[in-house]
């Protein structure tokens, strides 16, 4: 009987056909986007010769500096919070035996990423409107709020992914030598943790800085981040300005995904 042959998806017919068109659909947009914002001229969509004359005007355009100042100090602080709380989560949901109500949890956790985000968004604007009603606060600190519950899941999946490959001989060994629960978790948890909580941290991150949804529905006035700042772009004059700024947008996050990557791959 001859050798039984294994089934390889690479070798149906039109696969390889079906791979290259996804992925000139998918990236062909963003190969223009980025070629374009190196234009000239004064159109979006007409090559006007080679020139960072775009990139000068963004970088000198008071609204794109404060934009993209909030944008940073949104994301930064969201990114700490969530990755805080995400570490919590992680270790009390895998630095145990199963216990009752362990799926709620899951759920309840991983919630922002199966509801869709404009029903998020939706029901945040009506609970901090309220709040802002009765306080009279209209500070960036809603949309802290806002963007680190989103992005607890974020951070919480490779966190949790991190304790769940530990191996948790040398904590067992630390509290043979009667370390206490907190110097076991000082000295030896998180270390070992630490690639996970960095990769959650970036992964964070790169979330917040992206987000436009949820910061158009919580945003107060003035309080335009970078994406919002060219949505409302779009919806008047376009220039040039605007690729130039999404290409440096996409540049940051690239960057930080590449970094992922790595925190990820490098002990993972």
């Known amino acids: 009987m001859g050798k039984r042959k294994s089934f390889d998806v690479t070798k149906l017919p039109g696969f390889t056909f079906l791979a290259l068109l996804s992925f000139v659909l998918l990236y062909a947009p963003i190969v223009t986007l980025v070629f374009y914002s190196f234009n000239g001229g004064n159109s979006v969509n007409q090559w006007g010769g080679?020139?960072?004359?775009?990139?000068?005007?963004?970088?000198?355009?008071?609204?794109?500096?404060?934009?993209?100042?909030?944008?940073?100090?949104?994301a930064i602080w969201a990114s700490v919070i969530a990755t805080t709380v995400?570490?919590?989560a992680a270790l009390g949901t895998t630095r145990r035996g199963k216990f009752k109500g362990q799926t709620f949890i899951y759920i309840v956790i991983n919630q922002p990423l199966m509801v869709p985000e404009i029903v998020?968004?939706?029901?945040?604007?009506?609970?901090?409107?309220?709040?802002?009603?009765?306080?009279g606060y209209t500070?960036?600190?809603?949309?802290?709020?806002?963007?680190s519950a989103f992005c607890v899941p974020f951070a919480y999946l490779p966190?949790?992914?991190?304790?769940?490959?530990?191996?948790?001989?040398m904590e067992?060994?630390?509290a043979d030598l009667y370390a206490s629960p907190w110097q076991t978790f000082r000295y030896v948890t998180l270390p070992l943790l630490m690639p996970g909580v960095v990769a959650g941290a970036m992964l964070a991150f790169i979330i917040s800085l992206d987000d436009v949804i949820i910061t158009e529905f919580v945003k107060s006035a003035g309080q335009d981040t970078l994406p919002t700042y060219m949505l409302g772009q779009l919806r008047r004059a376009l220039t040039p300005e605007v690729n130039?700024?999404?290409?440096?947008?996409?540049?940051?996050?690239?960057?930080?995904?590449?970094?992922f990557f790595l925190a990820t791959r490098k002990r993972g």
């Open 50 to 74: 080679f020139s960072f004359k775009w990139y000068a005007i963004a970088v000198q355009n008071e609204a794109v500096q404060g934009a993209a100042m909030r944008s940073f100090v949104i």
């Open 86 to 88: 995400a570490t919590m």
């Open 120 to 135: 998020t968004a939706v029901a945040l604007l009506i609970f901090f409107s309220s709040i802002k009603i009765a306080t």
């Open 139 to 147: 500070g960036l600190g809603y949309l802290i709020i806002a963007h």
């Open 159 to 169: 966190i949790k992914a991190r304790l769940e490959g530990m191996d948790t001989a």
């Open 172 to 174: 067992t060994a630390a």
């Open 244 to 259: 130039a700024i999404s290409t440096a947008l996409l540049a940051v996050s690239v960057l930080v995904l590449t970094l």
